[in-house]
């Protein structure tokens, strides 16, 4: 087995990479294409001797006449899920969200007092293809010559479909009229006065709003509601405090990265040839990644890979005994230095939800954002 693979396997091993991107990463090896491509910002690394391409860090161009509108409030993430009673309880228990309602069918969840979560249920990922089957079976055989073991292949029920940012200024006749005039199509959703918003496309499809959402508006009162399923554990201390990153995979990230710079003001950060970090305001950033892979089937449409949120208090070892003590896991991502948790620049945990959701909790807040900033070196940053 080649050096390549061998860093791949050795990297699952250490929880540095996930299974979803191990699979991405052996779809490569397959296919004899460099399988280090999987590397954020790997730039200049020889390979068999020989110096890669340098990989591709210009931006695209801007769809549009940028907007000057500034994102201001994480409005609320639309998150779909098999028993959404079950997974508002978790999220109550262990990030200490506000459950402002349940229907059984639908849980409306305040973060903190700065963001939001609607909670649908009944969905149910669809079974594994006998394409995606048989490719597994290449991969287990792949793993197995290598002395490793692959995770059971089972499905993922939760997915993201939609995302609200408030924004600034508001003026919905305005807001409009601009979406019109840049071809977006905006379709309305209001609720008086107390909530505007419009819904567009992005450039992959993925359902986007614009909502009047601000700190002055939102979230003013208590939320008192309770989740209709019984808490799975007891309560931590935890305040969630900030929205480290969503992982936003799409085809073309550049792409992504000038339409939402365009639309919504976020701050493109450093390009890597693979991914951008943004800032989406004062609220937090996205990493904004290409999941399409040199050698492997493209693939179209949008995927919240996994979302990191960033707690107080965090103590690397109490918030590992925590999760522990709650029968959940807790694999450790300091990004991609592969550093020990406690003197890492970059510290979390990865764990999963009822649903099989990949939840990512931190110790990045608005203060120490940059902490987790994806650098051109692979020395900084969330992982992958």
Known sequence: MSDELARLFNAFDRGRISRR???????IAVAAAPVAALAQGAQGRRRGGRERAPLDTK????????TGWKTVLLDHITYEVDNASREAAYYNALMNWGVRSDTGKEAVLDIGDWGGMVIKAGYTAPPPTA?????????QAQAKAHGQ???PLTPVNAKFTNFAWGIEPWDAKAVEAALKERGLNPVAENHGKEFESFHVKDPDGFDVQVTNGNKNNRRRTPAHGKAMAPAPFPHTDWKTVWLDHISFEVPDYKQSV????????????????NQNQVEAGDVGDLIIRSFNRPGAPPRKGVNIGHIAFGIQPFDPDQVKAELEKRGLPARVDTGNTGSDIH????KSYHTKTPS???LQISATTKANRNAGAVATKPTKGPGL
Do not use: I, V
């Open 59 to 66: 931006p695209a161009k801007l769809p549009f006449k940028s």
């Open 356 to 358: 099989g959701w990949d």
């Open 21 to 27: 991107q191990l699979l991405q990463a052996l779809g």
């Open 343 to 346: 003197t890492a620049e970059y």
């Open 131 to 139: 394409e995606e089957k048989a490719q597994y079976a290449r991969f």
């Open 149 to 151: 073991n692959l995770p």
């Open 258 to 273: 000038a339409f939402y710079e365009a639309l919504l003001g976020w701050k493109s950060g450093e390009d890597t040839g």
